[in-house]
C-alpha cells in the first residue's frame, strides 16, 4: 500500500550536482521518518542521510557538507540535493521510509547515480 518513487538520477562528472526526489503515497507522509539510502555494486547499503518526522537530520560523514536533505511535507516529498559530487558517490540510491514504532521500511525502487571523472 505504501509506495516510494525516486527519480532524479543521472550520470554527471565529478564536481557537478543532483537533486534527488521521493514521492511518497498511500501513507500520511507527516508520520514518516524517511531518508536515502546508498548501494554501490558489491557493497552494503548505507544510510546517507534521514530526516525524522520532527524534522531532525542525521547525515552521514562521507557526505556532510555536500549533501542536504530537506521535506515537503504539503507535497509529500523528500529530497536530496547532492553537490560537489565524486565518483564515490556512485550507486544506487534509495528512499526509504519509516513509521516510528512499527518494524517496517518502505523502499522506493532506487536511482542510479553515476558520477564520473
Known amino acids: 500500500q505504501v509506495q516510494l518513487v525516486e527519480s532524479g538520477g543521472g550520470l554527471v562528472q565529478a564536481g557537478g550536482s543532483l537533486r534527488l526526489s521521493c514521492a511518497a503515497s498511500?501513507?500520511?507522509?507527516?508520520?514518516?521518518?524517511i531518508g536515502w539510502y546508498r548501494q554501490a555494486p558489491g557493497k552494503q547499503r548505507e544510510l546517507v542521510a534521514v530526516?525524522?518526522?520532527?524534522?531532525?537530520?542525521i547525515t552521514a560523514d562521507s557526505v556532510k557538507g555536500r549533501f542536504t536533505i530537506s521535506r515537503d511535507n504539503a507535497k509529500n516529498m523528500v529530497y536530496l540535493q547532492m553537490n560537489s559530487l565524486k565518483p564515490e558517490d556512485t550507486a544506487v540510491y534509495y528512499c526509504?521510509?519509516?513509521?516510528?514504532?512499527?518494524?517496517?521500511?518502505?523502499w522506493g525502487q532506487g536511482t542510479q547515480v553515476t558520477v564520473s571523472s
Open positions: 526509504k521510509g519509516k513509521i516510528f514504532a512499527r518494524a517496517e521500511n518502505y
Open positions: 498511500g501513507v500520511s507522509f507527516s508520520v514518516l521518518d
Open positions: 530526516i525524522s518526522r520532527g524534522g531532525s537530520i
